[in-house]
C-alpha cells in the first residue's frame, strides 16, 4: 500500500527533560491542503524493458491543456507530485526516440497512479540536417517562395537530394540526410541562382548553410522568339538568318542577328522596352 500524507507533518516545541519529569506534547493536525489529489509515478523505458534516463515527460489535462513536464531519473523513473485528481494524458520525448502516442492516466484522492511510457527508436534518429536563410545579396533582406536545391557529393560529381521552397523568413529546411558531403543551390524569379560552398555533416549534425543570390540585372527585360518555315511544306528551316531591328520614330535599326535550329525555332533574349520588328531570310553562299 502506497504511503499517502492526508495531514501535514506538525513540530512540537522544543522539550527539555532533566531528571524524573514528565513531559507531554499534544498535536492539533491541519489537514494537507494537496487531500484531493494523487501522484503520478512511472517509468520511461525502450520496448525491452530498458530504462531511459532523463527523458522529457509531458502531462496534459484531458482537454489537452498543458499540465505539466518533468524529467526521468538515471533510472527513467518519474514522478508528478500532488496532481488534483482527475483524468490526463501523459507522453515522452527523447533525441533519436519517436514520440509515442499519449497514455490516459486517471488520478485518484490519495492514491499513487504507476504509468509506464514505452518508446521506440526513431530509425532516422541519427542523421542529419541542413538549413539555412535565402537572402537578397544586395540588401540581405531574406526571399520567400525561393526554390533551394539540395546535392550530395558523390565521387568527383553530385546527385540531387531533394527541392524545397522558402518560407516567409526565406528559411528552408532539409533533414533525415546521412553523412557525407553536400552542397544547395538557390533561385528565384529575377534573381541569379547561386551555388553555396560543400558542406560535411555527420553524427547528428544540424549544420547552417545561408545562401545570397543577386538581383538580375536583366530581370526585367523580354524576349522574343517564333519559328521559320517553308512555306510549301510547312517544314522547318534551320540556319536562317533572322534580324531583329529597333523602331524609333519609323526608323529601324539592327540591334540583334540570330539563326534558328534544326526545330526552326529562334529567340531573341534580354529586350528592352521599345518597339522592334524581326525579319528572316534564307542566304546561301554561291
Not at 547528428?204 to 545570397?212: K, L, N, Y
Not at 543570390?213 to 522574343?224: L, R, S, W
Request: no cysteine; proline share 6%.
Amino acid at each position: 500500500m502506497a504511503i499517502i500524507e492526508p495531514f501535514n507533518l506538525e513540530p512540537s516545541p522544543l522539550i527539555t527533560i532533566n531528571g524524573r519529569n514528565e513531559a507531554s506534547a499534544n498535536f492539533n493536525l491541519q489537514a494537507n491542503a494537496s487531500t484531493d489529489a494523487g501522484n503520478i509515478q512511472g517509468i520511461v523505458q525502450r520496448p525491452d524493458g530498458t530504462p531511459i534516463p532523463f527523458a522529457t515527460v509531458k502531462l496534459f489535462t484531458s482537454n489537452n491543456v498543458p499540465f505539466e513536464h518533468n524529467n526521468s531519473n538515471a533510472t527513467g523513473r518519474f514522478i508528478f507530485p500532488q496532481v488534483p485528481v482527475g483524468s490526463y494524458l501523459i507522453t515522452a520525448s527523447e533525441p533519436t526516440f519517436l514520440t509515442p502516442l499519449r497514455v490516459s492516466v486517471t488520478v485518484s484522492k490519495n492514491r499513487n497512479t504507476d504509468v509506464t511510457i514505452t518508446m521506440q527508436t526513431d530509425p532516422d534518429g541519427n542523421k542529419n540536417a541542413l538549413f539555412g536563410i535565402v537572402k537578397n545579396s544586395t540588401n540581405n533582406d531574406p526571399l520567400r517562395d525561393a526554390t533551394v536545391q539540395l546535392f550530395r557529393v558523390v565521387g568527383t560529381g553530385s546527385e540531387s537530394v531533394g527541392v524545397v521552397t522558402t518560407n516567409l523568413q526565406g528559411q528552408y529546411l532539409f533533414a533525415n540526410l546521412i553523412d557525407g558531403s553536400y552542397f544547395i543551390t538557390a533561385s528565384k524569379s529575377g534573381f541569379l541562382s547561386n551555388q553555396s560552398t560543400p558542406v560535411s555533416i555527420s553524427g547528428r549534425e544540424f549544420a547552417p548553410a545561408d545562401i545570397g543570390i543577386a538581383v538580375d540585372p536583366d530581370a526585367n527585360t523580354g524576349t522574343i522568339h517564333g519559328f521559320v518555315t517553308d512555306s510549301s511544306n510547312n517544314s522547318p528551316i534551320n540556319n536562317a538568318i533572322v534580324a531583329l531591328y529597333s523602331v524609333s520614330n519609323g526608323t529601324e535599326q539592327i540591334i540583334d542577328i540570330t539563326k534558328t535550329n534544326a526545330a526552326g525555332l529562334y529567340l531573341f533574349g534580354d529586350i528592352i522596352s521599345g518597339t522592334y520588328r524581326v525579319k528572316a531570310t534564307v542566304q546561301i553562299e554561291g
